[in-house]
């Protein structure tokens, strides 16, 4: 058998295409985009080019596009650059209970430079509490930040309401949206949604690691986090990383090519996946929302009985991949703070398996690895 990777939320095969040009321009085209000679400017062009297919996907104006180092930067730059540039104004900052640890421990830090955290949360399918929201923003409210799509979970926030209830308690509040799972998977409307700075990260689209985004409306304001040459229009130094940059443009514009077909591919890999698992009479439970509400790509799964670390050795043995609960969390032995929030039982906590799926799966492999999941899982259930 064939390896049958589904660990896509965790970072993504890059396109041939992505390979092809980031070797190209780290051979040829290496000069550094502040130079002024020819070197210099041929580098220039290329990132010009890919702030104009990142700015493509969020319908937005280049000049709102920030190139970082991925997605975590991009969080830090949006939470800790609008925490500290508006402390004048209010110190309190409003997030869900379940965003990713990126975003999740600049708030932790917030909170012992003196901030006030309010942590929305969730219900069983992950969505963020909205009379809760609309009670806690206040006129001392500077930032709001919640996640589009749920890495561990899948669930999908309605950001265009979540943005009203917040504009509505307070038009001053910034609103912050991490749509590191979505981009490149549903359509992005950072407009619709009222939002002012919005995330992205190129290896969870088939891009190359080492490039990000942040989306920053023009007007809105942050305080630079890293000091230096004054790259990206002074919002974040450093010298650019050209090849990761045109990387992720290119990526960007190949995955929001046929998007709507894409994103409707993916949720057949997905549900022919459940589907087999179900015929298979295997036992297990979803977690947080149903495969044909959560995002695309994404879909939670407990076992009961087994232990998801023995599972997913196991599923490897076999060669396939998935993760045990978020891949940002293999570092941490404790259970998940996303199942946690959504109310997942004990027994279940230990057991979930997060399968995500991509462009680069098939069909016959979506089924051939639920049918290895079901053997697998019946042969431990019994010996459990
Ligand atoms: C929702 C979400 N936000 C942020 C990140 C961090 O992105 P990066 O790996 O590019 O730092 C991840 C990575 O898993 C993610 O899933």
Redesign the pocket.
């Known amino acids: 058998m064939t390896e049958i990777y589904l660990d896509n939320?965790?970072?993504t095969r890059p396109y041939q295409a992505v390979i092809d040009l980031t070797g190209t321009i780290l051979a040829e085209s290496f000069g550094n985009p502040s130079s002024m000679h020819v070197k210099g400017v041929e580098a220039e062009k290329l990132i010009s080019k890919a702030r104009r297919q990142v700015a493509a996907v969020f319908e937005c104006h280049e000049k709102e596009i920030y190139f970082t180092?991925?997605?975590?930067?991009?969080?830090n730059l949006a939470i800790k650059g609008a925490a500290y540039r508006n402390r004048r104004r209010g110190t309190h900052l409003v997030t869900s209970t379940i965003?990713?640890p990126?975003?999740l421990s600049c708030f932790q830090f917030l909170e012992q430079e003196g901030f006030t955290v309010s942590y929305l949360e969730v219900d069983r399918q992950g969505l963020v509490d909205q009379e809760q929201l609309k009670n806690t923003v206040g006129s001392e409210t500077v930032l709001v930040s919640i996640?589009h799509?749920?890495?561990e979970i899948g669930s999908v926030q309605p950001l265009e309401e979540l943005g009203r209830i917040i504009k509505n308690s307070n038009p001053e509040t910034l609103f912050h949206a991490?749509t590191?799972?979505s981009f490149g998977r549903l359509p992005l409307k950072p407009d619709t949604w009222q939002a002012d700075m919005v995330?992205a990260?190129?290896?969870?689209i088939h891009g190359p690691?080492g490039a990000?985004c942040l989306w920053l409306k023009k007007g809105a304001l942050l305080q630079p986090l890293l000091h230096g040459g004054g790259q990206e229009y002074g919002l974040r130094s450093g010298t650019e990383n050209t090849a990761a940059i045109a990387g992720f443009g290119l990526a960007a514009e190949i995955c929001s090519t046929r998007l709507r077909e894409k994103t409707a591919e993916l949720y057949d890999l997905k549900q022919a996946f459940y589907r087999k698992l179900l015929e298979a009479g295997t036992s297990f439970t979803v977690n947080g929302p149903k495969p044909e509400e959560s995002a695309p790509h994404i879909i939670n799964l407990s076992f009961p009985g087994l232990k998801a670390e023995m599972l997913l050795h196991t599923l490897e043995d076999k060669e396939v991949y998935v993760s045990a609960g978020?891949?940002?969390h293999s570092k941490h032995p404790d259970p998940s703070h996303v199942l946690k929030a959504i109310g997942t039982e004990r027994e279940n906590l230990d057991s979930a398996l997060r399968f995500s799926f991509s462009g680069f799966n098939t069909m016959e492999e979506a089924e051939t690895a639920a049918i290895v999941t079901a053997e697998v899982t019946a042969e431990l259930q019994k010996i459990m």
């Open positions: 939320s965790a970072t180092s991925g997605g975590t930067e991009a969080n965003e990713h990126s975003a996640m799509v749920n890495n991490d590191v799972q995330t990260s190129a290896h969870k690691r990000g978020s891949a940002c």
